[in-house]
């Protein structure tokens, strides 16, 4: 598998829509006519269904980790290549118009790939900040935030730089929940849209 094909590979299996898909086969439209617009887990759950919201997450996540371990089995830098695709096909996926998610869900599946331990850091960081303010993009914007610096630690600096880069990607596609973070605007979690 060369470098191209696991990027490749990655970004399809990233383009997967689950959002969209789940909201569609459960009869409730296109998750993208409501609250923000967006085909990720926060704005599946402002439908009112914590389950689809539930599954939405995990099938995201997963499909970024599912690209880091099959990639991964042949060489670890095909692994971060793979991952690294997985998390900009569900930013920009091909079959949506290049319209995706904002990538957080994506971003922790192929932190569990790659680092568990990280992981752990951005669940822990991620609660506590939705716990305190009950804002999801604030909760995920402090956990990009740290998990690279926790990852220079506990990883290598090919995995902590490459979480570096994401979590920057992140932020610029979180730029209008942080004009409304700073408006006092910003939906809070559990709110329907």
Do not use: C
């Amino acid at each position: 598998m060369g470098y191209g094909l696991a990027l490749i590979f990655g970004y399809l299996l990233g383009s997967i829509p689950f959002g969209l898909l789940i909201t569609r086969a459960a009869g409730l439209g296109d998750v993208r006519q409501i609250g923000s617009g967006n085909i990720g887990a926060t704005n599946v759950l402002r439908t009112g269904n914590k389950g689809l919201a539930a599954a939405t997450l995990l099938l995201d996540a997963l499909k970024g980790t599912a690209a880091v371990l099959i990639a991964g089995h042949f060489s670890p830098d095909l692994g971060l290549l793979a991952g690294f695709g997985a998390f900009h096909g569900h930013l920009f996926p091909v079959w949506l118009g290049f319209k995706g998610g904002k990538g957080v869900a994506t971003y922790l599946g192929v932190l569990l790939g790659l680092a568990w331990q990280g992981m752990v850091v951005f669940a822990v960081v991620w609660l506590a900040m939705a716990f305190l303010f009950r804002y999801s993009s604030l909760a995920a914007l402090a956990a990009t935030v740290v998990v690279p610096i926790a990852l220079y630690f506990i990883s290598t600096p090919q995995i902590a730089g490459l979480f570096a880069l994401m979590s920057l990607i992140v932020f610029v596609k979180h730029r209008a929940n942080i004009s409304r973070l700073l408006a006092g605007t910003e939906g809070k979690i559990g709110a329907k849209g």
